[in-house]
């Protein structure tokens, strides 16, 4: 069982950074695959980036590739989005997601959710 909780996000001007964390509960957090989803108003939940359990293995969205990068810090139970050169498309609550195999671009067919966190992007 894990507990995800988000913070980091809030209101940025375009082309500025955010970082976002994703703090997790559970003494087997080194053995989920993480990820991180967002949804705008009106949109489906859409996938942005995904981790392995070891840090070792990274995947991301088209929409936000040499932008965006996740990594995640085992010791502290912490997964982290690092969000540069932001776009006003890039607003949305933004979910992190855990998995005990693998985590998929389908939303429904990851395991655990945390809560969200807005980002606000003007321009």
């Known amino acids: 069982q894990v507990q995800l909780v988000e913070s980091g996000g809030g209101l940025v001007q375009a082309g500025g950074s955010l970082r976002l964390s994703c703090a997790a509960s559970?003494?087997?957090?080194?053995?989920?695959?993480m990820g991180w989803f967002r949804q705008a108003p009106g949109k489906e939940r859409a996938f942005v980036a995904a981790i392995s359990s070891s840090g070792g293995r990274i995947r991301y969205a088209d929409s936000v590739k040499g932008r965006f990068t996740s990594t995640r810090d085992n010791p502290k139970n912490t997964m982290y989005l690092q969000m540069n050169s932001l776009k006003p498309e890039d607003t949305a609550v933004y979910y992190c997601?855990?998995?005990?195999?693998?985590?998929?671009?389908?939303?429904?067919?990851?395991?655990?959710w945390g809560q969200g966190t807005q980002v606000t992007v003007s321009s």
């Open positions: 997601a855990a998995d005990r195999t693998t985590i998929v671009t389908v939303p429904s067919a990851n395991d655990y």
């Open positions: 559970g003494r087997t957090f080194s053995n989920y695959a």
